[in-house]
């Protein structure tokens, strides 16, 4: 299977280089790994910059490509963080580059950190999380350089445990679907959710089916590892919970074409 959200030193938040996922991912049978490192342009914390040195890291990854063409395909790709307020700059950002793949995520609402909590200061669980699907709906609908929307429903995890409720929300994760559909873009199924002592993936089953009701086939497969030790985390489970919910694919990117690889 193919990994397509891994995290190297060229994010902020991970201390692991390039090199130090290869043997791992090829010792646990992957047949590919995508390098999806952060890009957060203006992320509202001065202790962490998501930034991109992509002349290295493209030669980087060339590198390894060259030297384990045999052994591993590896991909170049980014998870970039989605503001609505900044979404020029964000598509600035992309001239004179290319990815493989490009995940959306969002990591912020109303212009405040999730990682930290900011986003809750001052109003209520409930009025957080609507700024949350609220700048998702808005980034979905105006910004077009990204291929996937990474882990949809990882809100639940900077909330009161068990407060997050996505029937409580549908309106407007189906409004994020229908968009994302509609433009051709596709979502992840993200193993992270079950390491962060979550009861499921991101995003849960309810919202895959609903995804796939909603005319949606293009998803990807993502640990989102920020250490080797989680490379292909929960993988089998990962295709299984797919293929319950009607999916008969999984989608890698390769020059930022979606390719179907049978469950």
């Known amino acids: 299977m193919f990994d397509f959200h891994v995290h190297t030193h060229y994010s902020n938040d991970c201390t692991f280089d390039m090199d130090s996922y290869i043997h791992p991912a090829i010792k646990k049978g992957l047949k590919g790994i995508c390098f ?142 229908r968009i994302i559909v509609q433009k051709g873009k596709g979502i992840e199924l993200n193993t992270s959710g079950k390491r962060y002592s979550l009861p499921h993936f991101h995003p849960e089953p309810s919202i895959i089916k609903l995804y796939k009701q909603l005319g949606g086939e293009i998803v990807t497969l993502g640990s989102d590892s920020h250490s080797p030790s989680t490379l292909g985390f929960g993988f089998d489970e990962a295709a299984a919970t797919l293929q319950s919910c009607g999916l008969k694919y999984y989608t890698i990117y390769k020059g930022g074409k979606p390719e179907f690889i049978k469950l």
């Open 36 to 177: 999806t490192d952060h890009v957060d342009i203006e992320y509202p914390s001065s202790s962490i910059e998501f930034e991109l040195d992509y002349a290295k890291y493209t030669n980087e990854i060339k590198r390894l490509k060259d030297k384990y063409s045999n052994k591993l395909e590896i991909f170049t790709g980014i998870e970039f963080g989605m503001q609505p307020h900044i979404l020029e700059a964000d598509e600035v950002f992309f001239q004179n580059k290319s990815f493989d793949y490009i995940l959306g995520s969002i990591h912020t609402a109303n212009k405040k950190e999730l990682y930290g909590g900011d986003f809750l200061l001052g109003q209520s669980e409930h009025d957080s999380i609507l700024n949350y699907f609220n700048d998702m709906i808005f980034c979905v609908n105006h910004f077009n350089s990204y291929h996937n929307l990474g882990h949809l429903d990882a809100i639940s995890r900077y909330v009161s445990s068990g407060s997050f409720k996505s029937a409580m929300y549908m309106e407007f994760i189906e409004e994020v679907l």
